[in-house]
């Protein structure tokens, strides 16, 4: 009997805590960026002598600060969780970004839930009762404890291994 249908359950989701490291670590690289362009356009700026990259940055008007910040989000989610399927948060708390059956989500996927993050209160969506955050629920993925997520995906292979006939080699 091979239903060869795996689906995340509650069981292997990352708790409410695990989800909650991944948010203020990745916070961490976000500001580190920010404050790294800054202090990269004022070097650029001693060094050439030019410093508009400099003044434009330190100058920025509050819809531009707000674009840059959402903007570095953005490439931040969406590269790390594309290329890696994790984020440095996620590498920390062991957890890692699936589709219900699984499977690790598609480019576009990983694009939906990041454009999601730029949604007001975002950040604290996933402390409501199934623990899901909007980026999750509106992108349609999850984020899974990689330990119980892969115990289980195993038990299930071994159970589906059960109900096989023994092939004669």
């Known amino acids: 009997m091979n239903t060869g249908q795996f ?16 948010h203020l670590i990745d916070l961490v ?13 004022f070097y650029i700026g001693e060094f050439t002598g030019n410093y508009t990259l400099n003044d434009y940055w330190n100058n920025a008007s509050t819809l531009e600060d707000y ?3 959402y903007a570095l989000l953005l490439a931040y989610y969406f590269l790390m969780e594309s290329l890696t399927n994790k984020t440095i ?33 975002d950040a604290l969506s996933f ?6 955050g909007w980026h999750d629920s509106i992108s ?5 404890d990689v330990n119980k997520f892969e115990t289980k995906k195993t038990t299930k292979q071994d159970l589906e291994e059960l109900g096989k006939p023994i092939q004669d080699l």
Do not use: H, M
Request: aromatic letters at 12%; a positive charge.
């Open 7 to 22: 689906n995340v359950t509650q069981d292997v989701l990352a708790t409410k805590w695990q989800r909650l490291g991944n």
């Open 29 to 41: 690289p976000q500001y580190g960026l920010s404050y790294g362009l800054a202090y990269l356009f």
């Open 67 to 69: 674009l840059i910040s």
């Open 89 to 121: 948060g996620k590498f920390v708390t062991n957890t890692i970004v699936v589709l219900p059956n699984g499977e690790k989500p598609t480019t576009l996927d990983i694009f939906k839930r990041s454009l999601c993050r730029l949604i007001p209160f």
């Open 127 to 132: 402390l409501g009762e199934n623990g899901k």
């Open 140 to 144: 349609n993925t999850y984020v899974v």
